[in-house]
């Protein structure tokens, strides 16, 4: 079992930069690939970023590639969200999520249903 806690969010102008961090707690971070999604007002949860358990593969959604960067330390198990050129669009809850991956025995996904835990969330907020 593993839990996990979002920090990092905050208000910022379009254009400004933010690093949000995923600390976890447990032994077997290792054993999990981590994804970010992001919920705005009024829409459905969705996808931000994925990395799998040694940070050799990565994968984000068309609308933040280029601009955000998913990286991870498990020395620390932390996992950080990297956010460059913030736009008003990037408003939202940002939530990390955890998918027990422990012998690399499946792909890394995007699919929320198989995130098993969650953190609470973290608000960014990104004015015009």
């Known amino acids: 079992q593993v839990q996990l806690v979002e920090s990092g969010g905050g208000l910022v102008q379009a254009g400004d930069s933010l690093r949000l961090s995923c600390a976890a707690s447990?032994?077997?971070?290792?054993?999990?690939?981590i994804g970010w999604f992001r919920q705005a007002p009024g829409e459905e949860r969705e996808f931000v970023a994925a990395?799998?358990?040694?940070?050799?593969?990565?994968d984000y959604a068309d609308s933040v590639k280029g601009r955000f960067a998913i990286s991870r330390d498990n020395s620390g198990n932390t996992v950080y969200l990297q956010m460059n050129s913030l736009k008003p669009e990037d408003t939202a809850v940002y939530y990390c999520?955890?998918?027990?991956?422990?012998?690399?025995?499946?792909?890394?996904?995007?699919?929320?249903?198989?995130?098993?835990?969650w953190g609470q969330g973290t608000q960014v907020t990104v004015s015009s």
């Open positions: 990395i799998n358990w040694n940070g050799g593969a990565t």
């Open positions: 447990g032994r077997t971070f290792s054993s999990y690939d």
């Open positions: 999520a955890a998918d027990y991956n422990p012998f690399n025995w499946k792909p890394l996904t995007r699919l929320q249903k198989e995130y098993d835990y």
